[in-house]
């Protein structure tokens, strides 16, 4: 294997693979960029969701709780 | 507070100027990797979402396009890792009714497959430095290692791609 290899395998790669007709970026993406910083900003992290579940299940069975729970807030 | 100092203290307005200076960047970068308008641009926001979220562990005194550029590669190998996307032929043979043409055709399609069966990291540093031709130390910084491990990288990909192709049946002619 050496510098021929890579020669030859890079020369049948061109051959094979399109080369791409542009990478020019033809439209501005900072609008998609806003939507993307929109979304995000009100998507709940999963570990909350998982707490808010747990405080749920401690009120439905174990009722006695609850002052702790409103002490701890 | 210059723009970076301003960015790196989470300030939208100064993000949006620097997006507007580096999308293009960015954009060319992954879409020489990725080789679809379309994913490239998905991506470039999918850098700078990152970059955002990021900007307290920038130091302005820092290269914000090198940072942004291995974001950016980041984010394209991990659309290399989860598809494994033939690449697009050449247009110039598929409509011709030639059979050598067609076996060239069927050719090209299998070097294709060979190529998208590559490992994403290997796959990543044979597009650019095969494919695209960006010298080993560019691709060295972009990636986070040193250009002796992009070397190594590219060689082996070079011998697995040599391999994928024998188990093919697709021989490799040398140069005399």
Redo the contacts between chains.
């Keep these: 294997m050496n510098h021929r290899d890579e020669n030859e395998i890079r020369r049948l790669l061109k051959d094979s693979i399109a080369p791409l007709p542009d990478t020019e970026l033809h439209r501005d993406l900072w609008p998609s960029m806003l939507r993307r910083l929109d979304q995000t900003s009100l998507r709940v992290p999963w570990w909350d969701w998982v707490l808010l579940g747990a405080t749920v299940a401690v009120i439905a069975f174990f009722p006695g709780m609850i002052p702790a729970l409103l002490y701890q807030l | 507070m210059d723009l970076l100092d301003r960015f790196a203290a989470g300030d939208l307005e100064a993000f949006?100027d620097l997006?507007?200076q580096h999308?293009?960047h960015v954009?060319?970068w992954i879409?020489?990797i990725v080789?679809d308008?379309g994913i490239a641009?998905d991506l470039?926001?999918?850098t700078?979402?990152r970059i955002?979220r990021s900007h307290a562990r920038f130091q302005p005194a820092g290269n914000f396009p090198g940072w942004a550029r291995r974001i950016a590669t980041n984010a394209a190998l991990d659309h290399l890792r989860a598809t494994r996307r033939e690449?697009?032929?050449?247009?110039d043979l598929s409509a011709s009714g030639d059979p050598d043409l067609a076996v060239r055709h069927e050719?090209?399609r299998q070097?294709?497959l060979a190529?998208s069966h590559l490992p994403p990291k290997y796959r990543l540093v044979?597009i650019l430095a095969?494919?695209e031709?960006e010298p080993y130390e560019n691709i060295a910084v972009a990636i986070g290692i040193s250009p002796a491990l992009v070397k190594i990288r590219?060689?082996r990909a070079?011998?697995m791609?040599?391999k994928n192709l024998k188990s093919m049946g697709v021989g490799?002619?040398?140069?005399k």
Aim: glycine share 0%; charged share 35%.
């Design positions: 949006e997006f507007r999308q293009k954009y060319s879409v020489r080789r308008s641009e470039t926001v999918e700078f979402w955002y690449l697009e032929l050449p247009a050719t090209r070097i294709s190529f044979a095969l494919l031709e590219v060689f070079v011998r791609l040599r490799i002619e040398k140069d």
